[in-house]
């Protein structure tokens, strides 16, 4: 089996785990996966598939400027250029950006902010913050439509290896070692901001 064929079915793996939560709705979201380093080069979702089945053409191996790598009638998800920035500052081996409803509420809610911190709960783990005190805060950066501009805002927060930013009224991008952890740091946030809008709710 080929390194390329290895990270595919690796991809198509997490892809089908977010489907079945119903993370993917209206054919939103995007999945990418590092096939190579030198030069760069990755697999991302094609643009408008239905990501609740599984084809021959779910994903297409792009180059570090997100451009097919190969001759395709497919074309790159429009978030592409973010997981490019991703691979190009970090060793991260895959990113995953879903829209949900939690996750636009919560950027929404604390959008003026610029973050959300999150304390004393267990799912921060999720991020290697172990300590008692520690803080997992995940920037809320604003949604612009012109992709490079969005992509020049995003890339200021990616300051390590694995993390998440949240795109307001949009959605959240995950990145990590490889399709186990990112999806990993996903289910976290997730879990997190679902448990921060039940808070909200109870307090009122």
Known sequence: MTELHEKWLELAD?????????????????LAIKVADDPLEFLVTASGKDKKKRTNEDFLLVDANG????????????ETLLHCAIYKKTVAGCSLHVH??????ISELYGDAGKIDFQ??????????????????????????????LTQEFEAFITADKGAVLIRNHGIT?????GFEAKKLLEACEFLFQYQLAVQLHLK
């Open 14 to 30: 997490v892809k089908d785990e977010l489907a079945i939560r119903d993370w993917f709705m209206g054919t939103s979201g995007n």
């Open 67 to 78: 451009q097919p790598a190969v001759e395709t009638l497919l074309k790159p998800s429009a």
């Open 100 to 105: 949900t409803v939690a996750n636009n509420v």
């Open 120 to 149: 004393g709960q267990e799912l921060i783990k999720a991020f290697g913050l172990w300590k008692e005190d520690a803080v997992l805060t995940i920037p809320i950066i604003p949604n612009y439509a012109d992709i490079p501009t």
């Open 174 to 178: 995950v990145w990590g070692r490889d």
